[in-house]
């Protein structure tokens, strides 16, 4: 089992930036990929970033694309998600997960482990 706990929501407005951190522990040398997803009010859980293992390939979703940045600290076995020029509709609780595959994949079935969400609020 990986246990991972999710921190640094908040309200903030338009233009400003945000840290998500993501702790993980237990049986983090099965994980191959980590992620980052999001779900809006009233909308499904949506893709937002992931790195591999070693943190040496990303992805992202094409509406962060440039704005938010993952990577991660070994050393602290955690993961992050920077935040930039923050936008009303980046609104949502955000998800920490973790994959077995090293695909750094976009579905929320690819990914086993989940934390408990951590809510972000853009206002304009």
């Known amino acids: 089992q990986v246990q991972l706990v999710e921190s640094g929501g908040g309200l903030v407005q338009a233009g400003a930036s945000l840290r998500l951190s993501c702790a993980a522990s237990g049986r983090t040398f099965n994980v191959g990929s980590w992620g980052w997803f999001r779900q809006p009010p009233g909308k499904e859980r949506e893709f937002v970033a992931a790195?591999?293992?070693?943190?040496?390939?990303?992805n992202y979703a094409d509406s962060v694309k440039g704005r938010f940045t993952i990577f991660r600290d070994n050393a602290k076995n955690t993961v992050y998600l920077q935040m930039n020029s923050l936008k009303p509709e980046d609104t949502a609780v955000y998800y920490c997960a973790a994959s077995r595959y090293g695909s750094r994949g976009s579905e929320v079935s690819e990914y086993a482990y989940w934390g408990q969400g951590t809510q972000v609020t853009v206002s304009s």
């Open positions: 790195i591999s293992w070693t943190g040496s390939s990303t």
